[in-house]
């Protein structure tokens, strides 16, 4: 069993920051990807960016140039910088895992982007 943590989630207004954090805990020996999706309400849950254990990564087009994922595999940790935040990204964030072909998910962390 993988176990994973969000933390970063808050109120931002429009064109501010936000840094989303990851923690992998449990059996985290060959996690593979990892990565981050969304859910707004009415909508199904879609990718926003993940990354591989070898670092390639890959990022929805409506993020592109403005979010960056990153790993660190000391911490089992990844990140998702968030910049130039518009009210569509409002949304519940999951950060998920591959182990094995095994996926598993966090519990989600409020992102609200609203002036």
């Known amino acids: 069993q993988v176990q994973l943590v969000e933390s970063g989630g808050g109120l931002v207004q429009p064109g501010g920051s936000l840094r989303l954090s990851c923690a992998a805990s449990?059996?985290?020996?060959?996690?593979?990807?990892m990565g981050w999706y969304r859910q707004a309400p009415g909508n199904q849950r879609e990718l926003v960016a993940s990354i591989s254990s070898g670092g390639s990564t890959n990022y929805a087009d409506s993020v592109k140039g403005r979010f960056t994922i990153s790993r660190d595999n000391a911490k089992n940790t990844v990140y998702l910088q968030m910049n130039s935040l518009k009210p569509e990204d409002t949304a519940v964030y999951y950060c998920?895992?591959?182990?094995?072909?095994?996926?598993?998910w966090g519990q989600g962390t409020q992102v609200t982007v609203s002036s």
């Open positions: 449990g059996s985290i020996f060959r996690i593979n990807a």
């Open positions: 998920t895992a591959i182990r094995f072909k095994i996926r598993y």
